[in-house]
């Protein structure tokens, strides 16, 4: 999964036009940080993704996404599980998740 946390985070690195360094010393990593997750050697922890959010500039409408894909998780991944747990009621083949946060947490449904 950490190939696709690395095709996520390539065009948002491009577009923030911040060097791989400045962007390492902005989030408190250790040198060659985001080389690392570039290669899809590595994928963030929930703090350092939150903190390149913060650097990267994340559109708020990618930030769920952002945040799945750097916990190693892809909507395949989330489908399955939700198949597995047995709340097949709101995945229809074709259909996109989305995920929300609301005042009772985060809620997951279909477009």
């Known amino acids: 999964m950490t190939e696709a946390f690395?095709?996520?985070?390539?065009p948002l690195i491009d577009r923030s036009g911040k060097s791989q360094k400045t962007i390492t010393e902005e989030i408190g990593a250790a040198g060659g940080y985001v080389t690392h997750l570039l290669s899809?050697?590595?994928?963030?922890g929930p703090e350092k993704a939150t903190r390149l959010i913060e650097a990267l500039g994340v559109p708020p409408?990618?930030?769920?996404?952002?945040?799945?894909?750097a916990a190693g998780y892809d909507e395949e991944?989330?489908?399955?599980?939700?198949?597995?747990?047995?709340?097949?009621?709101?995945?229809q083949e074709g259909d996109r998740?989305?995920?929300?946060?609301?005042?009772?947490g985060w809620k997951i449904t279909n477009e």
Not at 78 to 83: C, E, G, K, P, V
Request: no cysteine; glycine share 10%; hydrophobic share 55%.
């Open 6 to 10: 690395a095709a996520l985070l390539k």
């Open 40 to 44: 899809g050697k590595i994928n963030p």
């Open 61 to 69: 409408e990618m930030q769920v996404r952002f945040l799945l894909e």
């Open 77 to 91: 991944a989330i489908r399955d599980a939700l198949i597995a747990a047995g709340d097949t009621g709101i995945l």
């Open 97 to 104: 998740i989305v995920l929300s946060k609301g005042p009772m």
